[in-house]
């Protein structure tokens, strides 16, 4: 079975300061890969896939498929980033698999 | 466009009842799948309809139903209720299915169980 792993409930980190998101999965084949961010008091909102290779609101995720992970990655981060943000896998034509995301503090 | 709409938005029941949540999918979406939401366990998925039929399923007891009308409207119905279902249920549509589209949430529907 599919499994997404985000080993950290919570990330503090300052304003400016790089930020890292880890996630990791399990699957033997070819997997599309996501990340969904909810903002306090919003709904649960697609971030970025890895098909698309776009950079959302400064975020970034590479797929290596080498390490199975799909970390996010933002170089200055923002107060407005603060949000709980999860990783999420499909397989083929199954649902979608989530991880149980870790939340994002940006301190000013 | 109109987003998911679900409701109510907030229900408090006590344990042994049985509850009924509603979604309203995005116009023109045929899919909507429902989420389980908890602090421990995150998202957990519940079942996916599409066209009236339930295609995929997650790994819940038969306790956890739900329905899909022909106008994409769904239901969802939890029986004899245990304090362990309080959470967000999320419905999520999208045009064709988890599988091949993007999938857009709803506001969620808060359920306490006393």
């Known amino acids: 079975a599919q499994r997404v792993t985000q080993p950290e409930k919570l990330l503090s980190v300052f304003k400016g300061a790089p930020v890292e998101l880890k996630c990791n999965y399990s699957?033997?084949?070819?997997?599309?890969l996501f990340w969904y961010v909810q903002y306090s008091r919003q709904r649960l909102q697609l971030l970025l896939r890895h098909i698309s290779r776009e950079s959302i609101k400064g975020f970034t995720a590479d797929l290596n498929k080498g390490e199975t992970s799909f970390h996010l990655k933002k170089p200055f981060a923002q107060e407005e980033d603060s949000a709980m943000y999860y990783c999420?896998?499909?397989?083929?034509?199954?649902?979608?698999?989530f991880g149980k995301g870790t939340r994002l503090s940006v301190i000013a | 466009k109109a987003g998911v709409t679900q409701t109510p938005r907030y229900l408090i029941k006590t344990r042994g009842q049985q509850v009924t949540l509603s979604c309203s999918p995005i116009?023109?979406?045929?899919?909507v799948s429902w989420y389980q939401q908890t602090p421990g366990q995150g998202l957990q998925f519940l079942f996916e309809?599409?066209?009236?039929?339930?295609?995929n399923k997650g790994n819940f007891p038969g306790r956890f139903s739900g329905r899909q009308f022909s106008n994409s409207r769904s239901e969802m119905n939890v029986s004899t209720l245990e304090l362990g279902d309080s959470a967000l249920y999320l419905c999520?549509?999208?045009?064709?299915?988890?599988?091949?589209?993007?999938?857009?949430f709803g506001p969620g529907t808060r359920l306490t169980v006393l």
């Open positions: 116009s023109g979406h045929r899919s």
């Open positions: 999420a896998l499909r397989a083929g034509n199954t649902p979608l698999v």
């Open positions: 309809y599409f066209s009236e039929t339930q295609r």
């Open positions: 999520a549509s999208s045009i064709l299915g988890t599988g091949v589209n993007e999938q857009f």
């Open positions: 699957y033997s084949g070819s997997p599309e």
